[in-house]
């Protein structure tokens, strides 16, 4: 019998995936092309070899991201891969406007005037820095990174300054976020809440959808969970097989609950530290400190992973651990108790803040654990992607028992909102899907 790995090769089936979109970007006729990403599929490579083609190609463009990290890191990413070629930065007049990094490439001419970087191949900035370039000769190229994440009346405010554009996103992520209500607009097609990439399908059906089919991020043990719970119409494969990727401790598990949940995550990918049932304060005590030890436990065994990256184990610190949270109030807590027990340099933060970012072993704090309610907040789906969509060998889930029969006892109260398209799954759905496959992996304790 042929086996599944003879059939699929994830390096081959990616380099046919990204040819065809740069075929599409270089010699296509639309004015948009629109690309599908899961997480952890390489966007940032894409959008950086397709800039370096475009200029290669003589075709100056300009690139949005959404955030100053987003466009520093490709900036730096330019750089190392063309060392030779002139890349614009244009930023705000802010005290702290870029990464001081920046200042150590001399490829990079930086500004917070468009016009001082006239004329160069590549000029990089964010979606909201463009909004305030006027009188300007149109570029012919634009390409747009995290596309997902801007609102549709950013992409307007840009529109004029591109002739042809490449959209790369992740549609799982979290919806663009806005500080004001924009239920008025629901169901128009001009929705300003809306993703850059939803109103611009809307109004554009026909033009040229492409996906990333692999995962270099999630492994083996992740991957199919993410797919089927998250991007069911987008299916997507991970760049590794079973057995790949290893976790392992040198000091061996003492017993308690958090030890044997990271055996579990070590073993299987997976791991549900759960609480009993209760209705607690957002910032639950017992949970946020049963995150806290969770990663002082994995800390102190001398976790080591192995991957296709090295055959040697590389330690597992700090710094490749990840607390994912729903709220500030919960991450503070939580960085809290970390301090108490005398950890540090451990990224802790919110699933807004934690898109884009990669570690080893992520913990998370079920966005459900301990709730009276389903909020429609609580319940979105990009939310629950992101949180279990960060980690390269295992994420270990802590949640308060009887999230099940809150998801059963609260269906969605919220308005039905005519010509507004039903997101799908939506988080009922992917909660239950996720809560079925961590149940697999669960360890009960009773602080």
């Known amino acids: 019998m042929t086996s599944e790995k003879a059939t699929f090769d994830p390096g081959a089936e990616a380099t046919r995936a990204t040819d065809r979109i740069l075929h599409d970007t270089l010699h296509g006729t639309s004015r948009g092309i629109v690309v599908d990403s899961p997480p952890g599929a390489g966007k940032s490579t894409l959008v950086v070899r397709a800039a370096l083609e475009l200029a290669s190609a003589g075709r100056p463009l300009m690139v949005i991201a959404q955030t100053n990290a987003q466009v520093d890191d490709l900036v730096v990413r330019l750089a190392?891969?063309?060392?030779?070629?002139?890349?614009?930065?244009?930023?705000?007049?802010?005290?702290?406007?870029?990464?001081?990094?920046?200042?150590?490439?001399?490829?990079?001419?930086k500004s917070a005037k468009a016009a001082d970087l006239a004329g160069l191949d590549i000029v990089i900035s964010t979606a909201a820095k463009w909004a305030h370039v006027k009188n300007v000769e149109p570029w012919g190229h634009a390409i747009v990174d995290e596309?997902?994440?801007?609102?549709?009346?950013?992409?307007?405010?840009?529109?004029?300054?591109?002739?042809?554009?490449?959209?790369?996103?992740?549609?799982?992520?979290?919806?663009?976020?806005s500080i004001v209500g924009a239920d008025q607009w629901a169901g128009l097609s001009y929705d300003p809440s809306a993703s850059a990439v939803t109103t611009l399908l809307a109004h554009n059906p026909q033009l040229p959808q492409h996906r990333l089919p692999v995962s270099w991020r999630l492994p083996a043990s992740a991957?199919?969970?993410?797919?089927?719970?998250?991007?069911?119409?987008?299916?997507?494969?991970?760049?590794?097989?079973?057995?790949?990727?290893?976790?392992?401790?040198?000091?061996?598990?003492?017993?308690?609950?958090?030890?044997?949940?990271?055996?579990?995550?070590?073993?299987?990918?997976?791991?549900?530290?759960?609480?009993?049932?209760?209705?607690?304060?957002?910032?639950?005590?017992?949970?946020?400190r049963a995150v806290a030890l969770t990663v002082r436990r994995l800390l102190d065994r001398g976790g080591a992973a192995t991957s296709e990256r090295s055959p040697d184990p590389a330690p597992v610190t700090a710094d490749r651990v990840a607390v994912g949270t729903a709220h500030r109030d919960q991450a503070a807590a939580v960085r809290a108790a970390l301090?108490?027990?005398?950890?540090?340099?451990?990224?802790?933060?919110?699933?807004?803040?934690?898109?884009?970012?990669?570690?080893d072993v992520t913990v998370v704090l079920h966005p459900l654990s301990g709730r009276p309610d389903a909020t429609a907040f609580h319940l979105e789906t990009g939310r629950l992607c992101v949180l279990a969509s960060r980690h390269r060998h295992a994420c270990i889930v802590v949640c308060r028992e009887g999230v099940e029969d809150l998801l059963d006892e609260h269906p969605s109260t919220e308005p039905v909102q005519l010509g507004v398209t039903v997101k799908f799954p939506d988080g009922w759905d992917a909660n239950h899907s996720v809560?079925?496959?961590?149940?697999?992996?669960?360890?009960?304790?009773?602080?």
């Open 147 to 177: 596309a997902y994440q801007m609102r549709s009346d950013a992409l307007l405010a840009v529109a004029g300054l591109f002739e042809r554009a490449l959209f790369v996103g992740d549609p799982g992520q979290l919806d663009p976020f």
């Open 223 to 288: 991957a199919p969970l993410v797919s089927d719970a998250f991007y069911p119409f987008t299916p997507f494969r991970s760049g590794t097989e079973r057995g790949e990727r290893r976790l392992a401790f040198g000091v061996p598990s003492d017993g308690s609950a958090p030890d044997r949940v990271l055996d579990e995550a070590a073993e299987s990918g997976w791991g549900l530290l759960e609480l009993p049932a209760r209705h607690t304060p957002r910032t639950d005590p017992e949970a946020v």
């Open 80 to 109: 190392e891969k063309a060392p030779e070629l002139p890349v614009g930065r244009l930023h705000s007049n802010d005290s702290d406007p870029y990464d001081t990094v920046l200042d150590g490439l001399d490829n990079v001419r």
């Open 339 to 359: 301090a108490e027990l005398g950890v540090s340099g451990v990224a802790v933060d919110t699933a807004n803040r934690l898109q884009g970012r990669e570690f």
């Open 435 to 447: 809560l079925a496959h961590l149940a697999e992996h669960r360890v009960r304790w009773r602080p």
